[in-house]
């Protein structure tokens, strides 16, 4: 099957058309962060503020415009409110609910103390897997954890944590997190799955990583684990930047390529002055069920290398083992499923290394709420 292209995609967007403006979405220059991957389509439509709720028709023809074309798996689009109408976004919203508003550009959510994002420089290295367990285990720790799935490429979350069906609003604004093995989550594979009405009452925020923080009702938490889209592109960037993030965490496997993309993820996060706290080495070694051998399928150790190289801290590392796929895979992650093993230790001991920085910068003494940023 040949890959769509960015040109066939804007080629096929010529066709939508805004129903107020009378003209192309193209033309008006609605759409934003195109991105498309390995057959996936995602992209934002940005509209004022105030027709947000009333434009989901539009969404939902911009998504089957895409989903026509030959070489597209997903289309996953979007609402988005530009920033010049966001001097409508904070009336009567935020203030009067207590679930966060703007500052430098940034979303607050004065409820939750810390948010550390779980990152990768690219696809398919374990990073949902990794961010599942890592909260689990920072619950296990008696901590309130709330994990948000912003993978817009291949959400999994719904699937790891073992959660169907959709989240629901209770005041039509905003919207109650799911929840499973005591972690509170919200994905984006819950909204935009074909044929789901985007429940967003008014899409007052910029993207959709933004909505999901602001207009969940998340409550108060001690961490709120992001499990990020892979990549160190734009989107991947903006994120970083417009979520205020404690810190973040590098998941890598060890062979040199994806120990590249590895220390490019490590560079965004220092450009938008984000701490890393530090890089895990997943799919690390292979132990043989039936014999016990150890084998170092990917040359393993080259992430503690990569971090002392790069002056950030080496977390752990994880094992490839067939336990820990099927019990993701199949919603009951191991940490969960089977905290005896040594694996689940080896993610709660990741957990209290990452704990343990975090409780430092926003403990007693840190400035308060999450928006901290040090070095
Ligand atoms: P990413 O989020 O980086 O794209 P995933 O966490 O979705 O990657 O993992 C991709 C696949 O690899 C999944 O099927 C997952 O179960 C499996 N996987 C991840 N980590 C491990 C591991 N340590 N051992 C075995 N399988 C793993």
């Not at 994002?117 to 909260?135: D, Q």
């Not at 429940?199 to 990020?228: C, F, K, S, T, Y």
């Not at 007693?364 to 999450?370: L, S």
């Amino acid at each position: 099957m040949t890959a769509v292209t960015h040109e066939q995609v804007i080629e096929a967007l010529k066709s939508v058309m805004d129903p107020d403006k009378k003209q192309d979405i193209i033309s008006l220059d609605m759409v934003k962060g195109l991105q498309i991957k390995d057959g996936h389509v995602a992209f934002a439509i940005e509209v004022e503020a105030s027709r947000g709720a009333q434009l989901e028709p539009l969404r939902k023809e911009a998504e089957q415009a895409i989903h026509g074309l030959p070489g597209v798996l997903t289309a996953t689009v979007v609402l988005t409110a530009d920033r010049d109408g966001g001097a409508q976004q904070g009336q009567g919203h935020d203030h009067g609910h207590g679930h966060g508003g703007a500052q430098d550009g940034k979303i607050m959510l004065p409820a939750v103390r810390s948010i550390v994002a779980v990152a990768s420089g690219k696809g398919g290295v374990g990073k949902s897997t990794t961010s599942v367990n890592l909260s689990l285990a920072l619950a296990a720790k008696g901590l309130k954890v709330g994990l948000l799935d912003a993978d817009i490429y291949g959400p999994s979350m719904p699937r790891m944590l073992g959660i169907s069906g959709q989240p629901t609003s209770k005041d039509g604004r905003t919207m109650e997190p799911m929840e499973n093995h005591g972690i509170k989550c919200m994905s984006i594979g819950f909204l935009v799955e074909e044929d789901t009405p985007m429940i967003w009452r008014g899409p007052m925020v910029m993207g959709a990583l933004e909505q999901m923080m602001r207009d969940v009702n998340w409550g108060e938490l001690d961490v709120l684990v992001v499990d990020m889209p892979p990549g160190t592109g734009d989107a991947q960037l903006t994120m970083a930047q417009s979520v205020p993030l404690t810190g973040a965490v590098i998941v890598s496997t060890p062979q040199d390529i994806a120990l590249l993309d590895a220390r490019k993820g490590l560079n965004m996060f220092r450009k938008v002055d984000v701490p890393v706290l530090g890089i895990i080495e997943n799919m690390s070694y292979f132990v043989c069920p039936s014999c016990g051998e150890r084998t170092e399928i990917f040359s393993h150790g080259g992430a503690r290398k990569t971090a002392a190289e790069l002056g950030s801290e080496f977390l752990g590392e994880i094992p490839l083992d067939m336990e820990i796929r099927v019990t993701a895979d199949s919603g009951d992650p191991i940490v969960a499923s089977n905290p005896e093993s040594p694996h689940a230790a080896a993610y709660r001991d990741i957990a209290d290394k990452i704990w343990s920085k975090v409780d430092a910068l926003t403990g007693a003494g840190a400035p308060k709420g999450p928006r901290i940023v040090v070095q």
